[in-house]
């Protein structure tokens, strides 16, 4: 009986995860659904704003109304922001923010005026009002999401609702026709539940195809950052300096002006108190070696020798055994990075270090350096209590400073309670052995050809073209949405439009891919 009990068991474990597999499929499907009726939804919705911005866009070139332009784009903006977080939510795709920095205010001049170009006006307004114009016409993302707010509602949004479309032909089908023939109603009802859990993330690249921000975006944001934390290193590096002097001056250099003048004291006694002066000298060694390890502790603080000679792993081992807490150090980094990165990653570490002896009531903490590709990743976890906060202290802002000269970055995770997870990332500090190809995945490259090669066949020959033949009245011929049965027949037209927009649009972000990498591989 026993053995029977076993035998059976592995069949019911199977039945089980498969149950668990076709509910775990059934609950994706369902949220392609939900979700792409809802964004069917907001592209109705949207239909209003589309046309306000389009007629301040048309007012602003055709009548020059530019006082029009500035808030159509904001509200258009506005929109597109909620469809970019929507899409990025649904479909799990990245979707960054596509726009340029903002221009700087206008600065006042010496003489209180204001320069534009090589007009002057005597107050901030018209200046601010000219560099902002500037800004949202010749910014790319602009013009891009002036074409999504139109082809959204014709392409986006059918793309969103597709399965649903499917599966609502297939019960058309199935109740319009008498048996056997209602079978054929299965074929798109099954086909847009297999498309179901595949049709979020398309409609992510489509939306991050036109909504995400191109290389021009990318480089001025670049250019923005370095100019930001250029000035805040050379701010921190000023700070750190007028530390070092603060120190030096009310330190080291106080107590070697004592020891001259016990010195000199101790000079003018050798003859008549000799006890006195060997006393005076005494203090003078004392007060020496004080001032000897009060140096070396302001050096350990600018550069500790042991980094420059031992290098991050053992620098970090030997804050570790100083640290108060239980620390366990894990390094795996063959290679050294620069000593600047060096340096920034030692004095992160020490802060975070620092942070979690001192507020966070810890006491195990757990320091993981390693690299990924060409970046330095470093992890510090505690078992405090958590609660961090960069905005509420100074230290981790000063943290973040720090490691922004590098391009670095800090993901911080501090629930109430506990732990604390600090990641710092400094991206592309490490050597690469394996130089990029400047290629795609086989898979992308034959996917791209098919794109490019053959989206002229339901973008032309089955979608536009066909739809002029159905305007015209002509025959059908071999266009196979005229078969249909209206309305089908004109959903199966935006049908074929779309898929040609979608495999043009994918094609061409595959091959602005390409070329990247091959930029990439150039540089490395």
Known sequence: MDEGVDAARPRRDRMRERAVRLARWGRKVAAAIGHGTVMFAMALGQLPITVVVMVGVVLTYSLGMVFFFPPAIRLGRWWTGIARRRAEAWSGVRIEDPYQPPPPPPVRQADGWYREGRTLYRTPRFPAWNRRLNWL????????????????????????????????????????????????????????????????????LWTRALLGPTERTRLARQISHLARTRTEAVDAQAAELRRIERDLHDGAQARLVAMGMTLGAAERLVDTDPATAKELIAKTREASAEVLAELRRLVRGIYPPVLAERGLGDAVRALALDCPLKATVEVDLPDRPPPPVEAAAYFAVSELLTNAARHSRAREVTVGIGRRG???????????????????????????????????????????????????????????????????????????????????????????????????????????????????????????????????????????????????????
């Open 374 to 524: 060409g970046d330095l990743r470093i992890t510090v976890t505690d078992d405090g209590v958590g609660g961090a906060d960069p905005a509420r202290g100074s230290g981790l802002r000063g943290l973040e400073r720090r490691i922004a000269a590098f391009d670095g970055e800090l993901a911080l995770h501090s629930p109430p309670g506990g732990p604390t997870v600090a990641v710092i990332e400094l991206p592309g500090v490490l050597p690469v052995r394996d130089r990029p190809r400047a290629t795609l995945p086989r898979r992308k490259i034959v996917l791209m050809a098919v794109c490019m090669g053959f989206s002229w066949l339901p973008l032309f020959a089955q979608g536009l073209v066909a739809l002029v033949m159905k305007l015209v009245g002509a025959p059908r011929g071999w266009f196979v949405a005229l078969y249909l049965p209206d309305p089908f027949s004109w959903l199966a037209l935006i049908a074929f439009i779309n898929l040609g927009l979608m495999m043009l649009v994918y094609g061409s972000y595959l091959a602005v891919e390409y070329e990247h990498s091959k930029r990439l591989a150039a540089s490395a």
């Open 137 to 204: 016409t010749k910014d790319p993302a602009t013009w891009r999401d002036l074409a999504w707010l139109v082809l959204h509602p014709i392409t986006g949004a059918p793309l969103a609702v597709l399965p649903l479309l499917l599966i609502g032909y297939g019960a058309y089908l199935a109740a319009a026709q008498p048996w056997p023939g209602a079978l054929a109603g299965a074929v798109p009802a099954v086909a847009g539940l297999l498309a179901a859990p595949y049709v979020p993330r398309l409609y992510g």
